[in-house]
């Protein structure tokens, strides 16, 4: 038998360093919700970068069925984003 320590995010999700928990807590990983089904919906490329955030709606950072509340913004990306989605005013 071996004993562990476990670091577990406020959205449950466990890891095995603190480092690496509290990392995923300050990238808003925590507060993801689910990808609504509106608004455009693509993976982080510089050229949808750019169009997204010279647009005048909002544009954030998701995964390919999660939604953050972490605008995007030039590099460096978070780790976690593998996705933009952006709102039209």
Partial sequence: MKKVTA????????????????????DGCVEFEPLPKYGDHVPISDKALMWMIGGDGSCYYATE??????????????EWATHLVYFGK
């Fill in 7 to 26: 670091y577990i995010a406020g959205d449950g999700k466990t890891f095995w360093t603190e480092k690496e928990c509290r990392k995923y807590e300050a």
């Fill in 65 to 78: 069925t999660r939604l953050s509340r972490v605008h995007a913004h030039r590099a460096p990306h978070p």
